[in-house]
Structure formats: structure tokens, C-alpha cells
């Protein structure tokens, strides 16, 4: 199942950045995404549920996609490159949250800047180590570049709530490691339980109200 979960992620991954680098329309990006996974799954690329990267990407970038938006300019990206990035920078990303050590996060960041999963992480690992105004920053690079892909069009209402979900979600998994730490126990870490209420609250705000000041700016 984890590395089910892991091959649908890499793929959403990938293939949003197709799109954000492609001139493709809506109704071709669904074609896409719906032919990469069943072209996926007929040529062996999933193998015991693990995506076969070397394999697939290049054919797939250079052949396949081409083929379904018929345009020369629809893939301007190395995609063997990409998703080798991705992996590299998620699996350095996985162990400064694990270890809660933000020179880690900094190699992760150093490979993909661009990438608000990682801006995300971040700021919750500053948080972890007390240092909140380094936290905001993360969290507001993250913010700034959610604006920026909503300048190619998108709900806003709907990216926020899945980004805060996102920053939710490393919070509450940052208070179990830090609380799990020799000498500490449930309710040391404050400042995660703080953040973690406040990403909530906004949370709750867009579920129930269907606004956030996020989008209102």
C-alpha cells in the first residue's frame, strides 16, 4: 500500500509539473493524466506496486505525451530528471522530519526551491526547534508560491484548504516525534500544538464559512 501511495504521489507530482511547463488545455491534460497511468500499468512500469523511473519517464516525455497533444512544444523538461529530483529531495525532506534537523531541510530545498511540499516541512521543523520567525518564513514561501501557480488559474479556496490540510498533516506527525524523544512526553511540544490549532482553525473557517483571508488578499 505505501508504495502505492508512494507511485500515485510521484505521479501527481509529475504530472503537474507537465502541465505548469506545458501549454496543454484542460481537456488535454486529462487525457494525459489518464493515458500515463493505463500506458503505466500495460507496459510493466508499475512492477510489484514500485514505479519503474528509468524505465518509463523518458519514453513517456519524449514520445508518448507527444503523441496524445500532437505539439511540439507541449513537454519543454527533462522528465527522468525531474522525477529523480523529486525523489532525491522527498526522501532528504522524509529524514529531516524524522530527525527534526533543518540542515537537512536545507540539501532537500538546495535541490528543489521551487517546491511548497518542502517549504512546508520546513516551517514545521523550525517550529519543532523553537524558532518561529524562521517557521514563518518557511510557511510564507510556501504561501508565495501557491500564489504564484494561482496565476495559471485554479480555486484558490480549494489549493488553500489542500496545502493547510498538507501543513496540518506534518504537524500533528512532528508532535508525535518530538513527544516520542528519551525525555520528553505527551503536551512538551507547545509550540507544534500551537501552530498545528491555528492551521486548524483555519481550516475550520474554509469548511464551514468558504472563505480565508488567504484568498481575499
Not at 496543454?24 to 500515463?36: H, K, N, Q, R, T
Not at 500532437?70 to 522527498?90: C, F, T
Not at 522530519?97 to 521543523?125: F, N, T
Amino acid at each position: 500500500m505505501k508504495r502505492t501511495k508512494k507511485f500515485t504521489g510521484i505521479l501527481v507530482v509529475f504530472l503537474l509539473s507537465l502541465f505548469l511547463l506545458s501549454a496543454c488545455s484542460d481537456d488535454e491534460w486529462d487525457l494525459i493524466a489518464e493515458f500515463f497511468v493505463v500506458w503505466a500499468e500495460q507496459n510493466s512500469i508499475v512492477i510489484d506496486g514500485a514505479f519503474q523511473t528509468d524505465q518509463a519517464i523518458n519514453t513517456v516525455v519524449n514520445d508518448k505525451i507527444s503523441d496524445v497533444t500532437n505539439s511540439e512544444k507541449s513537454i519543454q523538461l527533462d522528465g527522468l530528471d525531474v522525477i529523480r529530483d523529486i525523489e532525491q529531495a522527498d526522501a532528504i525532506a522524509d529524514q529531516a522530519m524524522d530527525d527534526l534537523d533543518p540542515d537537512q531541510m536545507v540539501s532537500a530545498l538546495s535541490i528543489r526551491p521551487s517546491d511548497w511540499r518542502l517549504h512546508e516541512k520546513d516551517g514545521v521543523i523550525w517550529v519543532a526547534n523553537d524558532n518561529l520567525s524562521a517557521a514563518t518564513s518557511a510557511f510564507r514561501r510556501s504561501d508565495d508560491l501557491l500564489r504564484e501557480s494561482l496565476e495559471s488559474g485554479g480555486d484558490c479556496l480549494s489549493l488553500r484548504r489542500n496545502q493547510l490540510e498538507a501543513r496540518s498533516r506534518e504537524l500533528w506527525e512532528a508532535t508525535l516525534v518530538y513527544e516520542s524523544q528519551p525525555g520528553r512526553s505527551q503536551g512538551d511540544a507547545k509550540s507544534l500544538r500551537q501552530v498545528h490549532g491555528k492551521v486548524g482553525r483555519e481550516l475550520n473557517e474554509i469548511n464551514t464559512y468558504k472563505t480565508t483571508p488567504f484568498c481575499d488578499s
